[in-house]
């Protein structure tokens, strides 16, 4: 039984959708925060950052600059550190279960980031989040974790994968 449920794919495989349906029936507090694309006249223009106390904030815009960039994406990783970081070092002392999504290559320029991930990794809180299927080192020492079960999220096993996370939590939450 794994304490930790990483989740990875293809961009647009419904990965923050499935870590959202499942909040719904997970049981016990939840801490953290999930991202969701902008989009404008149909293009993806940036991702936006939105803690689960509803605080919400800017995480990457094609008009902004930079440094740090993603491809066409500059990213604010004040706005990150101010509403994602801080989430999950809240959800560290008062949640149930700690939500992160995305552990992403945005997210990982973050070394505040980098560093609550660990403590969340070996404190005694289990989580839930996606993680970017891409090599990285950070991300890659994140998924050879011991405590981590990694689920690779694809059309055709998103009602498998839904049931494994959910009976494996739900029997972690119940303690």
Do not use: C
């Amino acid at each position: 039984m794994a304490r930790a449920h990483l989740i990875s794919g293809l961009p647009g495989v419904g990965k923050t959708s499935l870590i959202l349906s499942l909040l719904e029936t997970l049981p016990g507090t939840k801490g953290g925060f999930y991202t969701r694309e902008i989009r404008e006249a149909g293009q993806r223009v940036g991702f936006q950052v939105t803690d689960l106390h509803g605080r919400e904030g800017v995480l990457a815009h094609v008009r902004r600059a930079g440094p740090p960039r993603v491809g066409r994406y500059g990213v604010d990783l004040k706005t990150f550190e101010d509403i994602g970081v801080q989430a999950v070092i809240g959800a560290l002392g008062e949640a149930d279960l700690i939500v992160i999504d995305e552990i992403g290559k945005m997210e990982l320029f973050s070394h505040r980031f980098q560093t609550v991930l660990f403590d969340v990794l070996k404190g005694p809180r289990p989580l839930l989040g996606t993680i970017m299927a891409k090599a990285h080192p950070v991300a890659d020492r994140i998924k050879a974790h011991a405590g981590v079960r990694l689920q690779h999220l694809t059309p055709v096993n998103r009602h498998e994968v839904a049931h494994i996370i959910t009976a494996d939590l739900t029997r972690w939450l119940a303690g």
